[in-house]
């Protein structure tokens, strides 16, 4: 029974994940789902994938409510948890990628949460409507109408460039410039439209708003590289199917920046300082 589970382990965790942007409440949602998993009664299981899809979508949509609550209160602007690229299952087409990226996700947080089910269902594992329809318990035609109110929501968004040798050449040269407050060769990198986003949820030193357009994003850059000073190192990652640094105090993980990079230049800088949001990343990364 448990080795039946843990072959769905990894996509019950990407669908928790891109429900609720949190690592943390997706092992917590995933976990929920294994125990209702050993108490079913496994002749009535038809399919376990759609089952088991089911569930954790269910127990995912009762978070979300509770999420929403506390995001409203939270301090300054609100990230995602970000994950290790490699724990967030097959990401072989752009709309998969997309679907996992810090930005996809915070657009997500405008819908509701039956229309965010529908439109990951459908987006990132290729759903059919009358599959989704049978794991939220609607009609195909109120899925459709879901889907559709929740595109409009999330309207056109930019695509980025896929992780790779080019990106991890262009987070060395803004990472070289930054530390050796190289104003030319920043601009090089950043985008005119260019902005950064950090996310300190109140318990690490972090910027409120977002800072837009290159010439504001260079100060702040240079700014963050005095203050982290010497003492700490960098080491290039994938995180949520984009290219990031991860910055390291004295052996503890002190910050995630992911990049978003669009036609060779930086477009988006999100940060993740919030200790909170960094310890999850470190058991999946196990680093």
């Known amino acids: 029974m448990t080795e039946e589970f843990e072959t769905h382990r990894p996509k019950l965790f990407g669908l928790a994940y ?45 978070r979300l409510t509770a999420a929403r609550t506390t995001r409203e209160r939270y301090v300054g602007f609100w990230l995602p948890e970000p994950a290790p690229t490699g724990v967030l299952g097959p990401l072989e087409t752009v709309e998969q990628r997309d679907s ?5 996700l915070v657009l997500l947080e405008r819908l509701t949460p039956a229309e965010r089910a529908v439109f990951v269902l459908r987006e990132a594992f290729s759903y059919g409507y009358g599959e ?14 879901l889907y559709g109110r929740a595109r409009r929501h999330v309207g056109e968004h930019r695509r980025f460039d896929a992780p790779g040798d080019q990106g991890r050449k262009i987070v060395e040269r803004f990472l070289a410039a930054a530390r050796s407050g190289d104003l030319a060769g920043l601009e090089q990198v950043l985008a ?46 994938e995180v949520n199917g984009q290219d990031a640094m991860l910055a390291w105090r004295e052996g503890e993980l002190i910050g995630v920046f992911v ?29």
């Open 192 to 237: 005119a439209d260019v902005t950064s986003w950090a996310d300190g949820g109140g318990k690490a030193a972090a910027v409120l708003r977002p800072i837009i357009g290159r010439e504001k994003v260079i100060r702040y850059v240079i700014g963050i590289a005095t203050k982290f000073g010497a003492g700490v190192e960098f080491d290039y990652a």
């Open 132 to 145: 989704i329809a049978e794991v939220l318990d609607l009609s195909e035609a109120n899925c459709r109408q």
């Open 100 to 104: 996992v990226s810090l930005a996809f």
């Open 18 to 62: 891109r429900m609720l942007g949190s690592v943390a409440e997706a092992e917590d949602a995933v976990q929920d789902a294994y125990l209702r998993w050993r108490g079913a009664e496994r002749e009535s299981i038809d399919s376990p994938g759609a089952w088991l899809a089911k569930v954790v979508t269910n127990l995912c949509l009762n």
């Open 259 to 287: 990049m978003e990079v669009a036609d060779g230049m930086i477009v988006g800088l999100r940060t993740v300082l919030n200790p909170d949001k960094l310890s999850p990343f470190l058991r999946l990364a196990d680093v």
